[in-house]
């Protein structure tokens, strides 16, 4: 069985499945009621609480009650005012996001989780610019849009016209509206016009009580009724924390879950208080001992392949030191083949040690504290709609290897794109994986509208052009000399005839 994430198998699929914030969940409930009876005078919800309790899971949950759609941008996602305006006009299949008046009221429900990381302010990019961004037309790059360029203002704008629900979620309004004195109040206010703000409280102890009893049954285990109890009150109202530390426990025991293994991991630092990915990258990487590094990890709300994916990409950037560059790169290099060992065996405990190797590798491999300001940036290669991640490599990749789209981007596509990345004008692994020129410009990073990725698709058609010929020839050929097949006339059966075949 492979170790998959808890909290994604665990997650509700309904909204009467989930526990907690019911006061919070009636006035969605009457949020949607509007819905059903036209366009409500405020179009979106902004929810606001602590990560873990369920702001992004609700919204996913009552959009499968109501049989709508979703459209999701988070931060791993490009959401500039480009990228928005995409998921605007193309957010279903249904049609466009800006329904006409008399079309058919299908809902396509749109959610932009982590809304307090936008950055930037509200001046608005011009409807030519995003057009050309949207289309990828632009051939001057100065003038692409990137990151999160224009995309409050263009979620406002998005607030304003559309004729479908917006959900916006985050943990810190004040991230959405800016930290400015002088412009926050305004930036409420405008958002506070087509919004109505709700806010999110942890979830109690019986709640997290019935979460832990119903997760540990449905995967199989057992647990003495002190070890929920302890789990229970040593967790600050954090579900997903609790699912993930229940997932760590579990992957070190065979059968059952003891309160003595639940005070001794406690005591280890299993989980103290959820933090954001960003200040905790900054508490990890100024860790001194071992034992601060894996509390630091075990606060960080991700799973193990993307922690390790977070240090290994930041490592290089904060380490000046080549030696502690090594040294975590060692480290990270046995998390990474551990985390494969969930493929071959039902012992979790990769799950555990992986995350701890990577905390360990971004802390006390090198011999000086860091000073001064930290800077960690989202990696590159678990952004979605980056330039070279398309749906069409991810779908001929998953094809041709004969695999799942999810594992093509987990697996397959990073380490492909790092070969790649390297050299594009190596076109062998790309034209013995049949892609074509389009696919291998998206696997080496390369913008589409530049002149010498154009120049460069040229020389790969050409040698895949090269490679094809033959095999069209030979099909030709062999179709020449294969002989016409004479088939003789049986003769006619009378109709009465009964015959076994």
């Given amino acids: 069985m492979v170790a998959s994430d808890w909290t994604e198998r665990h997650r509700p699929l309904s909204e009467r499945q989930l526990e907690g914030n019911e006061a919070q969940r009636k006035k969605i409930r009457v949020w949607l009621d509007q819905w059903q009876q036209g366009k409500p005078d405020k179009p979106g919800l902004l929810l606001i609480g602590p990560p873990g309790v369920g702001k992004t899971t609700i919204a996913r949950a009552v959009a499968a009650d109501m049989g709508w759609q979703v459209i999701e941008l988070n931060a791993s996602d490009a959401r500039n005012a480009g990228a928005i305006r995409k998921a605007a006009t193309h957010a279903s299949t249904h049609g466009s996001l800006f329904m006409t008046p008399g079309s058919k009221p299908d809902r396509t ?39 999160d360029s224009g995309g409050k203002a263009e979620l406002l704008n998005l607030l304003s016209q559309t004729r479908q629900p917006v959900i916006l979620a985050c943990n810190d309004e004040m991230g959405l509206w800016g930290r400015s004195s002088s412009t926050w109040r305004t930036a409420r206010d405008r958002f506070s016009r087509h919004v109505i703000t709700i806010r999110f409280d942890r979830a109690s102890n019986e709640a997290l009580r019935r979460i832990a009893l119903r997760v540990i ?36 025991i065979d059968s059952n879950l003891t309160k003595e293994m639940v005070k001794e991991n406690i005591e280890t630092g299993v989980r103290d208080t959820t933090v954001e990915i960003f200040p905790g990258l900054d508490l990890l ?40 560059v090594r040294r975590g790169s060692t480290a990270l290099s046995v998390a990474d083949n551990l985390l494969t060992t969930r493929f071959r065996n039902t012992a979790h405990r990769s799950w555990y040690w992986s995350s701890n190797l990577a905390g360990l590798s971004s802390s006390v491999t090198t011999s000086k504290p860091i000073e001064g300001r930290i800077f960690c940036s989202y990696p590159g290669f678990l952004r979605r709609d980056s330039a070279w991640i398309k749906r069409s490599v991810v779908d001929r990749l998953a094809d041709t290897c004969g695999c799942s789209k999810k594992a093509v981007r987990e697996e397959l596509l990073p380490s492909l794109v790092a070969v790649q990345s390297e050299n594009s004008e190596d076109f062998s692994i790309s034209l013995a994986l049949g892609l074509s020129p389009e696919e291998h410009a998206a696997i080496c990073g390369l913008k589409m509208s530049h002149r010498t990725t154009k120049q460069l698709m040229e020389r790969y058609s050409k040698e895949l052009e090269k490679q094809i010929l033959p095999i069209i020839k030979e099909v030709i050929v062999s179709e020449k000399t294969v002989p016409e097949e004479i088939v003789e006339e049986e003769a006619e059966v009378d109709a009465g005839q009964k015959t076994l075949f």
């Fill in 217 to 252: 049954k449905e995967e199989g285990f057992t647990a003495d009724p002190g070890a929920i109890d302890e789990l229970v009150n040593n967790n600050p109202g954090d579900l997903r924390a609790l699912v993930r530390d229940l997932q760590v426990m579990c992957s070190l």
């Fill in 285 to 324: 990487y100024r860790s001194r001992t071992a034992f601060d590094a894996m509390k630091a990890t075990r606060s960080l709300d991700k799973s193990p392949d993307d922690l390790v994916a977070w240090v290994s990409w930041n490592n290089g950037v904060v380490f000046t030191d080549k030696n502690a």
């Fill in 109 to 147: 429900l749109i959610l932009l989780d982590e809304v307090d990381h936008l950055s930037g302010g509200l001046r608005a990019v011009s409807d030519e610019r995003i057009s050309s961004s949207v289309s990828g037309e632009d051939k001057d790059s100065s003038r692409v849009l990137k990151g």
